[in-house]
């Protein structure tokens, strides 16, 4: 068999291929257990990842970003901490369990691969900044969400001369 007489004589360009997807195709599923604890499908389309990372007006991405993946890629945070990054020119960091449940590792982490913007739940922040509050004192930008904040440490983290 040819490959090159096969790849040749198809319509496609090799060097420029056509799109084959638009804004309303389905990027990935997620999955939620909602309200009534039965998991259900939520299908994403690649136009709500655009949404999220492109031009936000909540956190600045670009080259200079840095994030460090906190949650798992089944989680929607996800979304945010691998695509923000990535489709912005940006690098993503990938860490273990350990690590992210380390307030000591975590600030080591963070300082070595250089981090400025992370997302975190609330009790995982509430755990940092508990046991190690200047692991999180580099971050440019750090996102929490998922519970209720300790405002305590929102407020000391605040108070601190901790934004570059």
Known sequence: MDIELIVDSREDDIDNPRGMNCSEDIAYVIYTSGTTGKPKGTLVPHRGIDRLVHNPNYVELNENTTVLLSGTVAFDAATFEIYGPLLNGGRLVITSKDTLLNPQLLDQAITEN???????????????????????????????????????WVHLLNSRECHP
Do not use: D
């Open 114 to 152: 250089k981090v400025n913007t992370m997302w975190l739940t609330s009790s995982l922040f509430n755990q940092i900044a508990s046991e190690r509050i200047e692991a999180l004192e580099s971050l440019t930008y750090l996102l929490i969400g998922g519970e209720v904040l300790n405002a305590k």
